[in-house]
Structures are given as C-alpha cells and as structure tokens.
C-alpha cells in the first residue's frame, strides 16, 4: 500500500511540472523592456536642442575649449549653462588666452544680432580662433 501512494504522488509531481506559470516571467520582460527603451531614449537626447545651419564646405573640429551655444529662442549658453551677455563678458574674460578655441553653435532660426554680438565681444576680448559650428552636407 505504501507503494500506489508514493506512485499517486510521484505520478502527481509529473503533471504539475509540465504546466509552467509564464505571468512572472512576461512580468520580468516587460520590466526589462521598459527598464532599457527609458535609458537608451534619455541617454539619446541632448541637452540644448538647436538646428545648425548647412554648409558644405565645414570641417570637423578635433576638440574645443569652449562652446557657446544660441538657441532659438536668443537664450545663450555657456557649456550647458544659461548665461546673460553681461555673464558671457565675465567668463570670456575668465577664458581668455591665445591658443583658447572657441566655437559657437547658433540655431538657424536664432537672430544674427545676437550672434554678431557674440562675436564682436570675443573679438574685443582678443580671442582669435572663433568658430561657427554648422551642419555638414
């Protein structure tokens, strides 16, 4: 007798085991898709968003020393930082040197004044190596 039950049961074990429970696992995929599709779509984006202008007869620069970004909207940015024309003069001044690059990446739809401006006052501040950044075609 004691052997048709360890029969029964073992005979039960073999029924329960074919049966797998797939919610927790479609649970923990999910979680994993949505885990990578939020830090590849953050890692993609950049901070200031500006269309540069084209040009086809722009070079790839190697490295620069500092960036002046102008958006759309005529805000102006330091290496990622909002500054005024005022704060500009100051870290300009901060920056200068011969050998320092600068490179200014104006939107397209941002207004010439501002990035003339821009310009005149590195000039006056005697940086030599000014650069526009542009879309290459």
Known sequence: MKELTFKRHHIELEHGLRQIDLAPLIDIVFQLLIFFMLTSSFALQPAIKINLPPA????????????????????????????????????????????????????????????????????????????LATEQQ
């Open 56 to 131: 086809h007869t722009g070079k790839i620069m190697e490295s620069q020393s500092l960036e002046i970004v102008v958006s759309r909207q005529n805000v102006i940015y330091v290496n990622g930082k909002v500054v005024t024309l005022k704060e500009l003069k100051h870290k300009l001044r901060q920056f200068a040197s011969k050998d320092r690059v600068l490179l200014i990446k104006s939107d397209r739809r941002a207004r010439l004044g501002r990035i003339v401006e821009i310009w005149d006052l590195c000039r006056q501040l005697g940086f030599t190596k000014l650069n």
